[in-house]
C-alpha cells in the first residue's frame, strides 16, 4: 500500500544532541514537506521541497536541516540550535499539484526533550 | 502573511445534532480548501475538499463555500461521538511566497456528547 513512513514514533532528545527524523514515501509524490505542532497550536511549516535536490525553508527553519537527496526521502534534522524542540512532527507529501489534491501525512514523531 | 482562522472551541454538540465548524482565509485568490481530521495523538487525514462556491456533500459530511465572504464551512450531520476530533481548516495561497501551497488554520476541537 502506498503512505508515508515516519520513524521512529517516539524520540528523546538530550540537550545540545542533534536528531534526525525519517520520513519515506511510496506515493511518487514530487512535493514534501516538514510541519511542527505544539498543543493547540496549528500546524507550522517548517521546510519544504518540490523536486529532488532543491528545498525552501518556511516559516520557523531556525534550528533545523534538511535533505532531499532522493525523491522518496525527506529527512528531518533538529540540531542543538533549536532550543526548544519538543513538539510532534508531521511529515506530509502532494503531487505537483498538492493545491489542489491536498496533502497526505504521515503519522508522525513525537520528539521529547529529556 | 496568509491567514486562516478558525474558532479554537471547543464545540460540544449531542449525539445526532449537527455540527457546523467554520473557518474565514484572507487570500481572496484562494482557489481550493480543504477539511481535516486530527485525532488526539494522530496525524491528520483529508476528508473533504471544495473548490467551487455552494455546497459539496459526501456522506455525513457537507462543505460550504463562499468566495465572495472568504468563508468555509464543514457540516457534519448526524454527529457521533467517533466524529469528536480537531477539525483543521486548509487553504492554497495564491500569490508570493509559498505559492500554492496550503496554510493550515489551527483547528476546532469537536465533542460529541453521547
Known amino acids: 500500500d502506498g503512505g508515508i513512513t515516519q520513524s521512529p514514533k517516539y524520540l528523546f532528545r538530550k540537550e545540545g544532541q542533534n536528531v534526525t527524523l525519517s520520513c519515506e514515501q511510496n506515493l511518487n509524490h514530487d512535493a514534501m514537506y516538514w510541519y511542527r505542532q505544539d498543543p493547540g497550536q496549528g500546524l507550522r511549516l517548517i521546510y519544504y521541497?518540490?523536486?529532488?535536490?532543491?528545498?525552501q525553508k518556511g516559516d520557523i527553519a531556525e534550528g533545523y536541516s534538511v535533505s532531499r537527496e532522493k525523491k522518496e526521502s525527506f529527512p528531518l534534522t533538529v540540531t542543538s540550535a533549536q532550543k526548544n524542540p519538543t513538539a510532534f512532527y508531521l511529515c506530509?507529501?502532494?503531487?505537483?499539484?498538492?493545491?489542489?489534491?491536498?496533502?497526505?501525512f504521515g503519522s508522525g514523531t513525537r520528539l521529547t526533550v529529556v | 502573511q496568509k491567514e486562516v482562522e478558525q474558532n479554537s472551541g471547543p464545540l460540544s454538540v449531542p449525539e445526532g445534532a449537527i455540527a457546523s465548524l467554520n473557518c474565514t482565509y484572507s487570500d481572496r485568490g484562494s482557489q481550493s480548501f480543504f477539511w481535516y481530521r486530527q485525532y488526539s495523538g494522530k496525524s491528520p487525514e483529508l476528508i473533504m475538499f471544495?473548490?467551487?462556491?455552494g455546497d459539496k456533500e459526501d456522506g455525513r459530511f457537507t462543505a460550504q463555500l463562499n468566495k465572495a465572504s472568504q468563508y468555509v464551512s464543514l457540516l457534519i450531520r448526524d454527529s457521533q461521538p467517533s466524529d469528536s476530533a480537531t477539525y483543521l481548516c486548509?487553504?492554497?495561497?495564491?500569490?508570493?511566497?509559498?505559492?500554492?501551497?496550503?496554510?493550515f488554520g489551527k483547528g476546532t476541537k469537536l465533542s460529541v456528547i453521547p
Open positions: 486548509a487553504v492554497n495561497n495564491s500569490s508570493g511566497a509559498g505559492s500554492y501551497q496550503l496554510t
Open positions: 521541497s518540490q523536486i529532488v535536490n532543491d528545498f
Open positions: 506530509a507529501s502532494s503531487p505537483g499539484t498538492g493545491w489542489v489534491t491536498g496533502y497526505t
Open positions: 471544495i473548490y467551487s462556491n
